[in-house]
């Protein structure tokens, strides 16, 4: 019975985010907790605990005699990965991409000369297999697994940064990647010169060469802003 729960709870969170994150409920709104639990033929408990996911985002604030709010869009956990891929589903897709990219350009060029000074060895090593990875998948339309040895590499990357901050990103990088391979905003095979800046970003990690790290990693988010511009403008 707990799993039959946690399944019918999921159902009603993958369809009531998307609604709120698309703007189909407005902030100030006002969600009554019977009236969602008849819409979802669930229980009340079932639709209180979707809500307290959905306020664990701040997406909408739960209020006794009021019923459930929708909160304004500048309060919302936008780094939560879940509410990245939900607005990402939406009409405002090309948009939120092009505000995740200024991020990707803004943090992982610094994290990657961070990591030239600071990845273990076994980090090193992960992320050439990860390059390599992406090198063996990037004709023939293998997007899926791409995508695998894509997000990998970044995961790796903002983790041997040493920096805990960057390395909680990770997270927010792969809704990204995901999001872009998903709602194909990626060329059919990726950009043969991205898939070789990885590797350069590779080396010039293993070899702890800070300052060509960042500048091959900030040509790589440069060059994904400017895909936006032709797949997403």
Known sequence: MENAGQGLHARVLESLGPEITAGEHRPGSVLRTDELAQRYDVSRTVIREAVRVLESMHLVESRRRVGVTVRPTEEWNVYDPRVIR????????????????????????????LAARHATP?????????????????RGQQLEA??????????????ASGNEMFARLHEVVAAILTGRTHHHVMFT??????????????????????????????????????????LAP
């Open 86 to 113: 939900w607005r990402l589903a939406g009409a405002d897709r090309a948009r939120q991409l092009r505000s995740l990219t200024v991020l990707r350009c803004a943090v992982e060029p610094v994290a990657a000369g």
């Open 146 to 159: 791409y995508l695998v040895h894509d997000t990998d590499f970044h995961k790796t990357l903002l983790t």
């Open 189 to 230: 095979d990726p950009d043969p010169a991205a898939v070789t800046l990885h590797v350069q970003v590779a080396e010039a990690i293993r070899t702890g060469d800070a300052a060509r790290a960042e500048e091959l990693t900030r040509e790589i988010t440069v060059g994904a802003m400017a895909e936006l511009d032709i």
């Open 122 to 138: 076994e980090q090193c090593a992960a992320l050439t297999e990860h390059a390599m990875g992406m090198v063996a998948t990037s």
